[in-house]
């Protein structure tokens, strides 16, 4: 027995204890911002005026044509075929409201296909689903299933590289041609940009590989576990020195920083998409990319940036950063969705806010942007967190 699993058996034996611990920490996740006094900023909604443009987000679509099962914890339940399903309930209302792209966050197809030798024909049952839904151009990003049915190498040459869908610019690409991270504009004054969540992992990475090495020294310097997928502990941020998650690289930290610089200049307003959160607020600890606290200081350190967008915590998560006026959103993952509901998003962006609708577990949001002059307010009830 590793010790993982003796862990795990332990949790179980204090099922009642742990299912306690585990809404009060959904609690404290969904009600945290909204308790304190420092909320985001609110306006009415304005229905009435024309998005300048309008995008579609989806997540942990997790497609494998077998059998319902559970999450890693036993807790959750996965309906892998309903998922393909509920992705062309998103794509018919996406029909309506006619997004001019689409936001794929990870997680397309589930690991299990590998094991069954259904890798590809899995992927292609998704893509051709997406392929259907009209012209929207879809950007996707890679999330830690993407590795398990794939190698990196795979990945750049797959339909999965949407990186050609990006902007041509002097920063256009990072350092390492690796490293899957691009930025694109959609309309003038607004960017997007995607990162790499797994360049510093082991998942994806040549066992032979200085990265690999890297990587895993790393991630024993803080789980010595023999299951690298199960935590080192049961509680505090450290939860998230797990194999199913990853980092990103100094190479990418500073090519995003010089992507922002420039955005900075042209006062353009930013979103980054990844597949991993990176704000303890707006997720389980356990779901955070490693280096979180290296993202957050680059996107704290810009002017730009109004939203961060990511998946693989299946339940979601939402935090407004006061000291950046950031919006941190996690969506729920279509793979733990009934079939009977749904979770996915269409946003309507407007120049002063982004107006999401979600549908089913998706709730709606309305995401006001900072002013470009309008001071940070020094602190964020979000981040008042000590790695215990
Ligand atoms: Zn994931």
Redesign the pocket.
């Given at each position: 027995m590793t010790a993982c699993e003796a862990r795990m058996r332990n949790r179980y034996r204090w099922s009642g204890v742990s299912l306690l611990l585990t809404s009060l920490g959904s609690y404290w996740k969904r009600s945290k911002v909204a308790a304190t006094p420092k909320n985001p900023p609110t306006m009415e909604p304005c229905p009435e005026a024309a998005p300048l443009f309008t995008f579609g987000v989806i997540a942990?679509i997790?497609y494998a044509d077998i059998e319902d099962g559970y999450n890693f914890h036993q807790s959750s339940r996965r309906y892998y075929r309903s998922s393909l399903r509920l992705l062309g309930n998103a794509q018919r209302r996406w029909e309506e409201d006619k997004p001019s792209f689409l936001l794929q966050l990870?997680?397309i197809i589930d690991g299990f296909n590998k094991r069954d030798g259904a890798s590809e024909r899995a992927l292609e049952a998704v893509l051709g689903q997406l392929r259907s839904g009209g012209p929207a151009e879809v950007h996707h990003v890679w999330?830690?299933?993407e590795f398990y049915n794939f190698s990196r190498s795979a990945l750049l040459g797959s339909e999965l590289n949407s990186a050609h869908r990006g902007a041509e610019s002097p920063v256009g690409s990072p350092a390492r041609a690796d490293i899957y991270a691009y930025h694109f504009t959609p309309f003038p004054g607004f960017r997007f940009v995607v990162l790499d969540a797994y360049d510093v992992s082991l998942l994806g990475r040549e066992e032979q590989s200085e990265e690999y090495r890297r990587a895993l020294s790393l991630i024993r310097n803080h789980n010595q576990n023999q299951d690298l997928n199960c935590p080192p502990m049961c509680f505090g941020l450290n939860q998230r020195f797990t194999m199913?998650n990853g980092g990103f690289s100094q190479d990418q930290l500073d090519w995003l920083h010089s992507v922002l610089s420039a955005a900075d200049e042209n006062q353009e307003k930013v979103t980054i998409i990844s597949?991993?959160p990176v704000h303890p607020a707006s997720t389980t600890f356990v779901?955070l990319a490693w280096n979180f606290d290296d993202l957050l200081a680059v996107i704290r350190s810009h002017r730009s940036v109004v939203c961060y967008m990511a998946?693989?915590d299946h339940d979601g998560g939402y935090c407004w950063d006061g000291a950046t006026g950031v919006h941190h959103l996690t969506f729920e993952?279509v793979v733990e969705t009934p079939p009977d509901s749904d979770a996915f998003a269409t946003v309507f962006v407007y120049e002063d806010r982004m107006v999401l609708k979600g549908s089913g577990r998706t709730s709606d949001r309305q995401l006001l942007f900072r002013h470009p002059e309008e001071p940070a307010d020094g602190g964020s009830e979000c981040s008042e967190l000590s790695d215990d």
């Open positions: 942990d997790q990870g997680d999330g830690n299933h199913f597949h991993l779901c998946g693989h993952g």
